[in-house]
């Protein structure tokens, strides 16, 4: 099972950028896939999902509006649109998958701590400074 992010970089606030996760190596349909960053000393702050709960997508408070969760599933890709970046910390943006049975019947839509997940990609860097 592979999971590799793209798409992080530099951006100046009030920027958008595109994150990527091409996923290899296992069923694509039978997974929930979520986003997840951690800035540097902190912990992991779940971002979004695709799929979990009752389906279709959530998001984060924080940055619901702002941040649009979508996939190809012909290519196993999951994409991350982030717009209007306000200036804070560098985060690492994760994308992270769990087997949909795992939480069948449940309410759980999307977490933040690394046993909730199956497997895990190793991030992509974003930095928010002009």
């Known amino acids: 099972v592979q999971l590799v992010e793209a798409g992080g970089g530099l951006v100046q606030p009030g920027g958008s950028l595109r994150l990527s996760c091409a996923a290899s190596?296992?069923?694509?349909?039978?997974?929930?896939v979520s986003w997840v960053r951690q800035a540097p000393g902190k912990g992991r702050e779940w971002v979004s999902s695709l799929g979990s709960g009752r389906g279709g997508t959530s998001y984060a408070d924080p940055v619901k509006g702002r941040f649009t969760m979508s996939a190809d599933s012909t290519k196993n890709a999951i994409f991350l649109h982030i717009n209007t970046l306000p200036p804070e910390d560098p985060s690492v943006y994760y994308c992270?998958?769990?087997?949909?049975?795992?939480?069948?019947?449940?309410?759980?839509?999307?977490?933040?701590?690394?046993?909730?997940?199956?497997?895990w990609g190793q991030g992509t860097l974003v930095i928010v400074s002009s």
């Open positions: 190596g296992f069923i694509y349909s039978d997974y929930a």
């Open positions: 992270a998958v769990v087997h949909l049975g795992r939480y069948h019947g449940t309410d759980w839509v999307g977490g933040s701590q690394k046993d909730e997940y199956d497997y």
